[in-house]
C-alpha cells in the first residue's frame, strides 16, 4: 500500500522568499513521484515528475524537487516565490508499471504569497 | 490547456438518483482515470480504464461504474447516489508509458442533496 503525507496544510512566505512544501511517502516498491498544482476552480497541472532517474527533478515555473530514499521524502522548493504560484499543491505517489498512472495523493498544502 | 474537456461542469442531484459524468480527451489517449476530490481533501483514485477495459480500481463500491468509448471519450455513472459523493470529480488522460504526461480535466463538481 502506498501513502503520502504533506507537512502543513496551509503554507505562507513573503514575495521573493523561498518555499518549500515537504512531502513524505510510504511505498513497498520504488516508486514514481509527482507534484501537481491546482488553482481555483481548475484541473491539476503537473509541475514535476520523479521516475528513477535523476534525484533532483526540475519542473516547470523555477520548481525543483529531490528525491531522497533515505529520508522517503520528495520536497518541492521555488527559490524566489511569486504572487502566481499562490496555489494548492498535491503531493503523488504510483507504482512504476501498469500502475504508474494510479496515483495516491496527499491532502494537500495551500500556499499563499504576501506582497 | 490540457485538451481534456469535462461535462457538466457543475450538477446538483437528489440522494438515491443515478448520475453519468462525462469526459473527453485528445487523440491517441488510450488510458483514462477518474478521480474523486472532496472538499479540502486530495483526489482519490477511483479507476482506470485502458483500451475500454477496466485496469485498475481503488477503494469504491460497485455503484461506481465506468466506461471508455473508441473515441477516446468515457464516462463515470454513480448510482443510488449518497451525500458523501458530493465532489469535484476528475478525470485525467494519457497515451501511456513512462515519458508521457497525464493531464487532468477541469472537472465536474456535484453536489448531493
Known amino acids: 500500500a502506498q501513502s503520502v503525507t504533506q507537512l502543513g496544510s496551509h503554507v505562507s512566505v513573503s514575495e521573493g522568499a523561498l518555499v518549500l512544501l515537504r512531502c513524505n511517502y510510504s511505498?513497498?516498491?520504488?516508486?514514481?513521484l509527482f507534484w501537481y498544482v491546482q488553482y481555483p476552480n481548475q484541473g491539476l497541472q503537473l509541475l514535476l515528475k520523479y521516475t528513477s532517474a535523476a534525484t533532483l527533478v526540475k519542473g516547470i515555473n523555477g520548481f525543483e524537487a529531490e528525491f531522497k530514499k533515505s529520508e522517503t521524502s520528495f520536497h518541492l522548493t521555488k527559490p524566489s516565490a511569486h504572487m502566481s504560484d499562490a496555489a494548492e499543491y498535491f503531493c503523488?505517489?504510483?507504482?512504476?508499471?501498469?500502475?504508474?498512472?494510479?496515483?495516491?495523493f496527499g491532502k494537500g498544502t495551500k500556499l499563499s504569497v504576501i506582497p | 490547456e490540457t485538451g481534456v474537456t469535462q461535462s457538466p461542469t457543475h450538477l446538483i442531484k437528489t440522494r438515491g438518483q443515478q448520475v453519468t459524468l462525462r469526459c473527453s480527451s485528445q487523440?491517441?489517449?488510450?488510458?483514462v482515470s477518474w478521480y474523486q476530490q472532496a472538499l479540502g481533501q486530495g483526489p482519490q483514485f477511483i479507476f482506470q480504464?485502458?483500451?475500454?477495459?477496466?485496469?485498475g480500481r481503488g477503494n469504491f463500491p460497485p455503484r461506481f461504474s465506468g466506461l471508455q468509448f473508441p473515441n477516446y471519450s468515457s464516462e463515470l455513472n454513480v448510482n443510488a447516489l449518497e451525500l458523501d459523493d458530493s465532489a469535484l470529480y476528475l478525470c485525467a488522460t494519457t497515451r501511456g508509458g513512462v515519458q508521457e504526461t497525464q493531464y487532468f480535466g477541469p472537472g465536474t463538481r456535484l453536489l448531493v442533496l
Open positions: 487523440s491517441g489517449h488510450n488510458t
Open positions: 511505498s513497498s516498491v520504488p516508486p514514481y
Open positions: 480504464y485502458y483500451r475500454e477495459e477496466e485496469n
Open positions: 503523488a505517489v504510483s507504482e512504476p508499471g501498469a500502475g504508474s498512472y494510479q496515483l495516491t
